[in-house]
């Protein structure tokens, strides 16, 4: 019987198991996800500038979404065009099977931060071929650290501009609000992702040394 069956509905509608199964159909088919996430965000746009506005601001509001039209299409087009350049560039070859099961993927990503290898082969897999993307670039330390810079410092502009222009009410508060989980974003995820990039070394040696050994006893392991 096929060891997928043996999951739980519930497992397989935990929140992280439904991002899994999005991240492998964006992996496997990085074009059309690429649209589908661009209309969902021109459809949610409309509605979320107006919830954040007064009423009696509408009108200017309208006015701003059919300027910014053409920019945002134009944006999400640029977006489609290249989302199967960048996976590519971010992935190489380690690309999760379009067969994978989320659940497995899920699995696969709580070995990673146990340690060792998992009693399924399934996972092993998956967590071998998350470990092998946790070593791209945009992944590491150092991007962390150059995208909360930016964040940090544009954020750390807005709010001094806000505060010049209207004195601490709530736009200033946001700002300060959005500066602030910038610098918490750069000092907790950079040390958080130089553990993980240490797990999915460590495993990836461990996963490596027990294929090699099984190579070498004559029974070859599915990579």
Known sequence: MNEHTTYLRSARRHPRALFGQVQIYAQNNPRA???RAVLILLLLLPPAVLFV?????WPQMLLFLRVAAVPVVVVGAVIILLMPWSVRRMLGGSVLPPDTDPVDL???KRQLRRGGLHERQEVNRA???????????INSPQAITVVSLFGLLGFAFITTVTYLAV?????FWLAV??????????????SWVKRYRQRARDFAEAYDARRDEAEQEGHPQES
Do not use: C, H, I, N
Not at 53 to 57: K, L, S, T, V
Not at 167 to 171: C, F
């Open 33 to 35: 996800y690429a649209v």
């Open 53 to 57: 506005g007064r009423p009696e601001d």
């Open 106 to 108: 899920l699995e696969a």
């Open 127 to 137: 967590a071998r071929l998350v470990a092998a993307q946790a070593e791209a670039k």
């Open 167 to 171: 004195g601490p009410g709530a736009d």
């Open 177 to 190: 609000s959005l500066t602030l989980l910038f610098l918490v974003y750069m000092l907790f995820l950079r």
